[in-house]
């Protein structure tokens, strides 16, 4: 019994099988992982897609403000070839703004929130993760 809880995960709250991710390659820094991240139980949703280089550390536990018990789903989407020229990480894409700071958690932001709107930009992300160190993919101009 205990083999097949190992085979599930829970994404959204709900069970999944897990799936195994390929072996990097040896050149894993020409690869991203495309990941989302998700708002768990915001609806509408509120989610963001990353490219992180393969070959940088990910650290998988976020825990933001205990007292609001906000969680996250990460969920890797693909495994995909770097774009030459491009500086990762990066985001690609999202949905709504984020909750504002305190302000009860996600059952308030959805029942007070929910017109919240979608100020998001995904340059302003970028903006900001911008400021990390940023790896390079060569074979620009």
Avoid at 17 to 34: F, G, I, N, W
Avoid at 85 to 94: E, F, K, L, N
Avoid at 123 to 139: F, H, K, S
Wanted: aromatic residues 10%; contains cysteine; hydrophobic residues 40%.
């Amino acid at each position: 019994m205990l083999s097949r809880l190992k085979e599930h995960t829970f994404v959204g709250g709900k069970r999944v099988a897990r799936q195994e991710l390929p072996e990097l390659p040896k050149d894993a820094v020409t690869t991203v992982h495309r990941v989302k991240v998700g708002l768990y139980g915001a609806k509408p949703p509120v989610w963001r897609r990353l490219e992180i280089p393969s070959a940088m550390p990910l650290k998988i536990v976020y825990s933001y403000d205990f007292g609001d018990d906000w969680r996250h789903d990460v969920v890797v989407e693909k495994i995909v070839p770097a774009e030459p020229g491009v500086a990762y990480p990066r985001c690609t894409g999202g949905r709504r703004d984020a909750p504002p700071e305190d302000c009860g958690g996600i059952w308030v932001f959805n029942e007070q929130f929910a017109e919240f709107g979608a100020l998001f930009t995904v340059g302003e992300l970028n903006e900001r993760l911008a400021g990390l160190a940023t790896v390079l993919i060569p074979g620009s101009a």
